[in-house]
């Protein structure tokens, strides 16, 4: 894709617009990391008496620059007292199980609407998109119930499996995609080889599906690290909440204190950043596969 | 080999997995809600459910209820009428604003700007950014007193000086002055909600359009170069048409993203009722009083506008297609 670049002064103008956009998606987020380390008197401003003439000197505020101080204990408080690192360990857990079961689950389903002949799948498949459009507020309340009548609210499971069944109609929709580019003379001469229908799947399917596995994953990633009106719900209260529920509690302990507020949102986004950093294309690829398709 | 791609119990149990978690948690828990709705019941255990029809519908939809002792008109605090219409209201800024936006920067970009991919990249950044960390970014900016960004901007410009006596003079729902509490009043708390979502989601549908014009044949493009074509006549007449697809699964996530949308003014006001939604009246209802029969009906009318916004869109785009075609 070898386009002509001719200098047009249009161009520069172009730029310019596009790099004011560009400070105003990164203002905040610099802002974010400034205050994260720094005192509210830095923030806020304050005096002090001198010691020597005893004059009283004013401090104006530091609202936007770097700090003058980095104040590294923001971040241990945010930490220690805030949990911040109990709940980046809980996210990571229900994320990395929800991917597990989402990419089981609809690969399997997936093997049963392309590849397995039977009457129906297209009725099937039709009835698995549907979770496409149903908002998930469809669950909660029902959902809640049940969770709590089994004892499971504030447990991982309580998060773990709603996630997944949501996720999964995303899930299917694009492994359909990857596993029609499967050539099926693989499955003949596996079947020939002596496999049955799990042999395929485990031995040919799988190893081949790894793109899909990549996509699925990093969609289904974003979509429950990121998620908070369940999360809110069905764990509270406890040691298990994730991230955005401890970011958003926080908040009732420090509410005046900007540099504990400030590291525990750092915390909660630069693992995020640091990923999307490394593997850009790929995870707007996810979002565009599952856009594009639904 | 046809043999054994048709056994039953093979297909069964493929499917058992994906069947069983969407059956259990998305088709039965919708029929429940749908249940629900016309029960009214507080306790977990649901011991205390009764039937009572259509109330829960009605108690939404009514502004004002009457006392059945007193028989005085009282205003009903659980009327879902205003968290309609900020939703809506919502969808249409993110139609016509975010979505338009997103288009324009789209179209630049996707014909070869220097370090377009680089962009690119940085304006979708923010949709990876947990919406509750937005929101409380945002909280800090509009913060009404000393350290809030937005309103020393204001005061170092001097644009406070007008700006704030204009407003006030807008608010009626308070008689109280607006010196920058921008959450705190109806008239501003739902533009202040507004802005982290344009901020996060531009960049969102800007990547779906951009990915778009991308897959435009690139013969198509340079045929109407040779017809010598104006930039602008080649968006309108071949790129726009072409993306339609594109431009509908954009304003459907628009619209229905708008009504489902909880976290952002959860995680930006400490009272959400100045710009009340569904999704954060459905929460109130559900902690704050235990309707859970309430709340659920908030669910089906979610379900069933969702349902039916993403099929009116839908059928919109198919119409116009047509006509282009």
Known sequence: ?294 | MKKTLTYRLHIFLFLLPALILFIGILIAPIIMSLIYSFCDFSSISGADMKYVGFDNYKTLFSSMLTNPNTGKMFVNDKYMGNALGNALALAVLSVFIQLPLALIIALKLSKGIRGERAYLSIFFMPVLISTVIIGRLWMNIYDPGEGGLLNAALRALGIDKWLFPAISGGIRSSKLPFTGQWTGFRETALIAAFVPILWQYVGYHMLLMYAGIKGVPKDLLEAAQLDGCTEGQVNRHIIIPYIKPILRVSVIFAVTGSLKSFDLVYALMKDTSKAELPSTLMYKLLFLHNSYGLGSAIAVVLIVLCFIFALLISLAFKDRGEKVA
């Open chain 1, 1 to 294: 894709m070898n386009e002509v670049r001719k200098f047009k002064p249009s161009n520069i103008i172009v730029h310019l617009l596009l790099i004011v956009l560009v400070v105003i998606n990164l203002f905040p987020l610099y802002w974010m990391l400034t205050f994260s380390l720094k005192t509210n008197d830095e923030i806020l401003g304050h005096s002090y008496v001198d010691e020597a003439t005893g004059e009283r000197i004013r401090v104006e505020p530091n609202r936007v620059g770097l700090p003058k101080h980095w104040e590294w204990s923001n971040y241990s408080e945010a930490m220690n007292t805030g949990n911040m690192g109990q709940y980046f360990i809980n996210s990571l857990v229900v994320a990395v199980l929800v991917i597990l079961i989402t990419l089981i689950a609809s690969f399997m389903a997936t093997y049963a609407l392309t590849r397995l002949v039977w009457k129906g799948r297209k009725f099937m498949n039709k009835f698995f998109m549907l979770g496409l459009t149903i908002p998930i507020h469809a669950a909660i309340v029902p959902v809640y119930v049940i969770l709590s009548r089994m004892k499971l609210l504030n447990t991982y499971a309580a998060l773990i499996f709603p996630y997944a069944a949501f996720a999964l109609s995303m899930g299917i929709l694009i492994s359909i995609g990857f596993m029609g580019d499967i050539p099926y003379d693989l499955d003949e001469a596996a079947f020939l080889d002596g496999c049955g229908v799990w042999g395929i799947f485990c031995r040919v399917i799988f190893p081949l599906m790894m793109p899909a596995v990549a996509t699925v994953g990093i969609y289904t990633f974003l979509q429950c690290w990121n998620e908070l009106l369940f999360a809110t719900i069905f764990v509270s209260a406890g040691k298990y909440r994730t991230l955005p529920v401890g970011v958003q509690q926080l908040f009732g302990q420090y509410t005046t204190r900007w540099g504990p507020i400030g590291a525990a949102l750092s915390i909660a986004t630069l693992p995020t950043i640091i990923v999307y950093i490394f593997l850009s294309k790929r995870i707007q690829d996810s979002f565009i596969a599952g856009a594009v398709k639904g």
